[in-house]
């Protein structure tokens, strides 16, 4: 497995969605020495916790099984490898967002 690959799985990782052992215990060594995806699976737990406790109302069966049945058929897109500098967003590369906007986006 890539590494690569491995900064695309943070997400199924905290969901405890990966499909074997091999790739939990990848993602898991990964996470001993990638700051950036260690911090990531931080934030998504603390969100996924947030989310949990928000709303709680059974799923349909019917919706699960063909969400699940989708899943295989769609991938995470690795990270962008392109160097940061001057783009269409702003002198950064990004317009930088109020504050509000981000507490907003946050809660």
Do not use: F, K, N
């Not at 799985?9 to 950036?36: I, K, N, W």
């Amino acid at each position: 497995m890539t590494t690569d690959e491995l900064h695309t799985l943070t997400g199924a990782y905290v969901l405890d969605a990966l499909e074997t052992d091999e790739e939990r215990e990848a993602v898991e060594r990964h996470l001993t020495q990638c700051a950036p995806c260690a911090h990531e699976v931080r934030e998504l737990s603390e969100t996924t916790v947030r989310l949990g406790l928000a709303a709680a109302a059974p799923v349909d069966p019917a919706l699960r099984a063909e969400v699940l049945r989708r899943i295989t058929d769609v991938r995470q897109l690795p990270p962008a490898t392109r160097p940061v500098g001057r783009s269409a967003g702003g002198p950064r590369g990004l317009r930088r967002l109020p504050r509000w906007a981000l507490a907003a986006s946050l809660a």
